[in-house]
T-cell receptor, first 112, second 114 residues
Framework: GENVEQHPSTLSVQEGDSAVIKCTYSDSASNYFPWYKQELGKRPQLIIDIRSNVGEKKDQRIAVTLNKTAKHFSLHITETQPEDSAVYFCALEVGGGNKLTFGTGTQLKVEL | DTGVSQNPRHKITKRGQNVTFRCDPISEHNRLYWYRQTLGQGPEFLTYFQNEAQLEKSRLLSDRFSAERPKGSFSTLEIQRTEQGDSAMYLC????????????FGPGTRLTVL
């Protein structure tokens, strides 16, 4: 089945710095790659996603890049703020509208 | 509130009891998903529905678990003869379907089995 590896498991940055989280996968049929932010005790929140026919997508301070050949995708957060502190999960889907397979999560801490 | 809602938010039960959770998806979302999340892990897929049809079930879903979506709107997840290993957050998500991707999660039901 699908397998997603996510790194790093924890990431600490200074406010204003950039943060990058990377996920690698094995199933070349994967065609949809969302990222979720989960604050403590709250629901996972979809923050950005990308389809396999696109290499990069940006939304204000966050961006996602996809390298289908190398089978990895990354989340980039620029100008980090304390409210960016949370656990971030990558995920992927094979097919259309099917189940998501999640990575193991990255605990991001933005320090003042 | 037009988001996904789940009830109850918390459930404490004794081992061996049955529990049932409810999920109300975003209006007009055709697809409804159930996931389970344990501490420090990402959500794990359990099952999903396209309208009232259950399209896929994970191997995680033992015979003690059953899910329904009888009218294609809300869904229920029942766990029979609960075990301590069932303790987790049970998350529901919905998506529009029809080629529109993106799953939106509810707040979850936290189950504690004593």
């Amino acid at each position: 089945g699908e397998n997603v590896e996510q790194h790093p498991s924890t990431l600490s940055v200074q406010e204003g710095d950039s943060a990058v989280i990377k996920c690698t996968y094995s199933d070349s049929a994967s065609n949809y790659f969302p990222w979720y932010k989960q604050e403590l005790g709250k629901r996972p929140q979809l923050i950005i996603d990308i389809r396999s026919n696109v290499g990069e997508k940006k939304d204000q301070r966050i961006a996602v890049t996809l390298n289908k050949t190398a089978k990895h995708f990354s989340l980039h957060i620029t100008e980090t703020q304390p409210e960016d502190s949370a656990v971030y999960f990558c995920a992927l889907e094979v097919g259309g509208g099917n189940k998501l397979t999640f990575g193991t999560g990255t605990q991001l801490k933005v320090e003042l | 509130d037009t988001g996904v809602s789940q009830n109850p938010r918390h459930k404490i039960t004794k081992r061996g009891q049955n529990v049932t959770f409810r999920c109300d998806p975003i209006s007009e979302h055709n697809r409804l998903y159930w996931y389970r999340q344990t501490l420090g892990q990402g959500p794990e897929f359990l099952t999903y529905f396209q309208n009232e049809a259950q399209l896929e079930k994970s191997r995680l879903l033992s015979d003690r678990f059953s899910a329904e979506r009888p009218k294609g709107s809300f869904s229920t997840l029942e766990i029979q003869r609960t075990e301590q290993g069932d303790s987790a957050m049970y998350l529901c998500a919905s998506s529009p379907g029809q080629g529109v991707l993106g799953q939106f999660f509810g707040p979850g039901t936290r189950l504690t089995v004593l």
